[in-house]
């Protein structure tokens, strides 16, 4: 750690990531978006392994999921977005067009435990409209561990607004995913210039010590 001014700073993975002051984020696994995903059954390895790893350390999991509002109180510009995404993933799979609405519940292949709070949103940010923010301030949280879908979509997103927050942010690269392969690996070649960036070994090896 570094002292400067008074102020303390975290200077080494280990340290960003202790377990004391540390909250495990689980973003959108959700049915419909794993079926979607480039390597689902290598992420569902590892991001169950991330999870585990977290409870044995009783580190803080939050499972979000993501849900339209109805139509009528949603922006003209989420439409569109909305609209340009799931086209987007309709034509890399060749899939026969789902309701929006279906199989957005959690995929049951995370087994969400009793005591790990799932967090409803709207936006591509965990903290917009929902009480996340205030909830792991009040649990003395300074530091986001983000897994999950999409790279980068949601969790860059977020992991971006979690340091605007003056959260310290982590991305786990192999318990992260996306539809689209090639967004999935500039989306982290990007992010790790500015945020921390580990492997799934490199923060489960911190956490069992």
Excluded: C
Excluded at 73 to 82: P, Q, V
Excluded at 160 to 188: E, G
Aim: aromatic letters at 8%; zero cysteines.
């Amino acid at each position: 750690m570094q002292d400067i001014n008074g102020k303390t700073i975290y200077s080494t993975v280990q340290e960003i990531v202790d377990p004391s002051h540390t909250a495990l984020v689980v973003w959108d696994v959700q049915k419909m978006l794993v079926d979607f995903i480039f390597n689902k059954e290598e992420f569902m390895n590892n991001i169950n392994r991330v999870i585990e790893s977290a409870r044995r350390t009783k580190i803080p999991i939050f499972y979000t999921s993501v849900e339209m509002l109805l139509i009528k109180y949603e922006s003209s510009a989420r439409l569109y977005t909305y609209n340009k995404l799931f086209a987007r993933m309709q034509q890399q799979q060749q899939r026969p067009q789902q309701s929006r609405s279906e199989n957005m519940d959690l995929s049951p292949a995370v087994g969400r435990k009793e005591g790990e709070l799932v967090i409803t949103k709207h936006t591509a940010s965990i903290f917009i409209g929902t009480d996340f923010e205030r909830m792991i301030r009040n649990a003395g949280i300074t530091t986001i561990v983000f897994t999950g879908i999409a790279t980068e979509l949601g969790v860059e997103s977020s992991a971006r607004d979690a340091l605007n927050r003056d959260f310290y942010p982590v991305i786990v690269s192999d318990a992260v995913s996306s539809s689209d392969r090639d967004a999935h690996t500039r989306s982290l070649q990007n992010t790790e210039n500015f945020l921390t960036v580990v492997s799934i070994n490199e923060i489960m090896d911190i956490w069992s010590k």
